[in-house]
Each structure stands twice: as C-alpha cells, then as structure tokens.
C-alpha cells in the first residue's frame, strides 16, 4: 500500500479490525518512511454480470437503475422499501448464481417483472405494459387475465 503523504510503497499494518458485521475489514498503517498514519478499507467486490441491450451494446450492470425502474412501477402503492431491497437482493443472487459474465438486458427484465408480481400485481401490470410495448388492447387483457 502506497503511502498517501509521501507515496513511499513500504508501509506497515498497526492494527485490522473488521466491521460493518464483517463485510469490511479497516486497517490502521504506518508508512516507513514519513511515519504518517492512515486508515484503508477493504471489502469483497462481487462482479455483477454485464448487462447486453437489445442493440447488442454492453453496458455494466446498475442496481441504481434497477431499483429506479422498480420504484417507478410501484409508485404510490403500499410496498415497503424492505420488500423493495428483498426483491433487487433475490435478483442479484440469481445473477451471481447463474455465473454468466454476460446476461441480455431481457432476462433482467422478465427477472424484474417475476418480483413485481410477487410483490404487487398492479405494479406488475404498470411494468409489463411498458416493458412489453403491446400492440393492441387484446395483448393487455392476455396478461391480466394471466395474474
């Protein structure tokens, strides 16, 4: 570890203890050379899989935009944050399961809609409306005569 006053490389750990319940581990160092102190952190980083559009664009995978587009569909209806963050938690485990470096921006769709059924039908329905672009007024009764 570089120190970050006199970015001499030979630095020593004083003290580690772990936080956050374990999820982080915090460092206390010593540099070497100017004997500053400072802390680090150092947590797990879990590769989420990139994200492939329907043009064939790549783009990294954004729980931000995930958990916008959820909200979006639940919007004024009486859901908890806590299922909200139960629901993004379930689909990020399905994709760290499934072990692809890639998944189509299709799947995350169709694994976003299974949650907002689960959840709440009529968010469900407001999400699938859009995400489905359907045609006629026919496509529509399909899917709520499905639910």
Avoid at 35 to 42: C, G, L, N, S, V
Avoid at 77 to 91: G, N
Avoid at 95 to 110: D, I, Q
């Amino acid at each position: 570890m570089r120190c970050p006053y006199c970015s001499h490389d030979e630095t020593q750990v004083v003290e580690t203890r772990e936080s956050d319940e374990g999820g982080v581990v915090r460092r206390r160092r010593r540099c070497q050379h100017c004997e500053k102190r400072f802390t680090t952190y150092e947590r797990a980083e879990i590769a989420m899989p990139a994200v492939v559009k329907k043009d064939g664009s790549r783009v990294d995978f954004d729980a931000a935009k995930l958990r916008a587009s959820m909200l979006l569909a639940l919007r004024k209806r009486p859901v908890s944050i806590e299922q909200v963050d139960a629901a993004l938690e379930r689909i990020q485990d399905k994709l760290l399961a499934s072990g692809a470096k890639e998944v189509p921006s299709a799947r995350l769709g169709e694994l976003l809609m299974r949650e907002l059924k689960r959840i709440d039908k009529v968010a469900y329905v407001r999400f699938a409306s859009v995400y489905r672009s359907f045609e006629d007024v026919d496509e529509f009764r399909q899917l709520i005569r499905d639910i």
